[in-house]
């Protein structure tokens, strides 16, 4: 198990190869953030809520800058590609600080760009885009073990996100659009396989859970089983040594 970079896969393409789930739920979100593409047939990510983002990285940036960071009790966060679930955590960080970067900002020692930023920052939505991506942070740490196996969780993860994702008659046409975008990444980047079908059925908690296992995917994660243990079975017999035959030379 590795990332998904290209050169990975070429590396282990002789070997069962399965690309790391944390870094797929990553992928979906980044690639859920760009603008709709001319040849794209999903719907793009709403301008409200990419003006949302950029509104809060410029609070952050001119932050940090007028050093107001260093005046509050939870700093200003800003996104980084790299890291994982980063919009959200600039997202959070903003919105645990509007009333202090409010009271902050009306010292006249500091920028005024600061307040015209907060003043087109739209709060409802802030809250709302909040809610949609914190199930990925928390998929993101529940999947992201280091003395465990999770392998049996990425299933039943990616049908709790689906769930999320679901569009409610209470959400706005905005959210609406972004929670279609978002599964729709969900389907393309956070790919399934008959592995992950197999550690479900081995899960005492989960093999009998027909929401997660329907009556196809049933029989191929038994079949992957089978295959799995006839493979074990012909390895330990190829490596088995050789009798002592008495008489032979």
Same mark, same amino acid.
């Given at each position: 198990?590795?990332?998904?970079?290209?050169?990975?896969?070429?590396?282990?393409?002789?070997?069962?190869?399965?690309?790391?789930?944390?870094?797929?739920?990553?992928?979906?979100?980044?690639?859920?953030?760009?603008?709709?593409?001319?040849?794209?047939?999903?719907?793009?990510?709403?301008?409200?809520?990419?003006?949302?983002?950029?509104?809060?990285?410029?609070? $952050?940036?001119?932050?940090?800058?007028?050093?107001?960071?260093?005046? #509050? /009790? %939870?700093?200003?966060?800003? @996104? *980084?590609?790299? =890291?994982?679930?980063?919009?959200?955590?600039?997202?959070?960080?903003?919105?645990?600080?509007?009333?202090?970067?409010?009271?902050?900002?009306?010292?006249?020692?500091?920028?005024?760009?600061?307040?015209?930023?907060?003043?087109?920052?739209?709060?409802?939505?802030?809250?709302?885009?909040?809610?949609?991506?914190?199930?990925?942070?928390?998929?993101?740490?529940?999947?992201?073990?280091?003395?465990?196996?999770?392998?049996?969780?990425?299933?039943?993860?990616?049908?709790?996100?689906?769930?999320?994702?679901?569009?409610?008659?209470?959400?706005?046409? $905005?959210?609406?659009?972004?929670?279609?975008?978002?599964?729709?990444? #969900? /389907? %393309?980047?956070?790919?399934? @396989? *008959?592995?992950? =079908?197999?550690?479900?059925?081995?899960?005492?908690?989960?093999?009998?859970?027909?929401?997660?296992?329907?009556?196809?995917?049933?029989?191929?994660?038994?079949?992957?089983?089978?295959?799995?243990?006839?493979?074990?079975?012909?390895?330990?017999?190829?490596?088995?040594?050789?009798?002592?035959?008495?008489?032979?030379?």
């Amino acid at each position: 198990m590795t990332d998904n970079a290209s050169n990975m896969r070429a590396a282990f393409r002789e070997k069962t190869w399965i690309g790391c789930a944390c870094h797929n739920l990553n992928l979906v979100l980044s690639h859920s953030f760009e603008r709709q593409h001319s040849d794209d047939d999903i719907p793009g990510m709403p301008d409200e809520v990419l003006k949302l983002v950029d509104v809060c990285k410029d609070i $952050v940036t001119i932050g940090k800058r007028s050093k107001l960071n260093a005046k #509050l /009790e %939870k700093t200003l966060k800003q @996104s *980084d590609s790299t =890291r994982w679930n980063s919009v959200l955590t600039t997202l959070q960080s903003v919105a645990s600080n509007i009333d202090n970067l409010r009271t902050l900002s009306s010292d006249m020692s500091v920028s005024k760009n600061i307040l015209r930023h907060l003043a087109d920052l739209n709060e409802i939505l802030l809250r709302e885009v909040i809610d949609v991506l914190l199930p990925f942070d928390t998929a993101t740490r529940c999947l992201s073990a280091d003395k465990s196996v999770t392998m049996h969780l990425i299933l039943p993860t990616r049908h709790k996100l689906f769930r999320g994702l679901q569009v409610l008659a209470t959400d706005s046409a $905005v959210i609406s659009q972004m929670k279609t975008r978002v599964a729709k990444q #969900l /389907e %393309k980047y956070f790919p399934i @396989s *008959d592995l992950h =079908r197999t550690a479900v059925l081995l899960d005492p908690r989960l093999k009998d859970n027909v929401t997660l296992l329907e009556a196809d995917d049933r029989r191929a994660a038994t079949e992957s089983l089978r295959r799995l243990v006839e493979s074990v079975e012909e390895e330990q017999h190829s490596s088995r040594p050789v009798a002592f035959q008495p008489g032979y030379k």
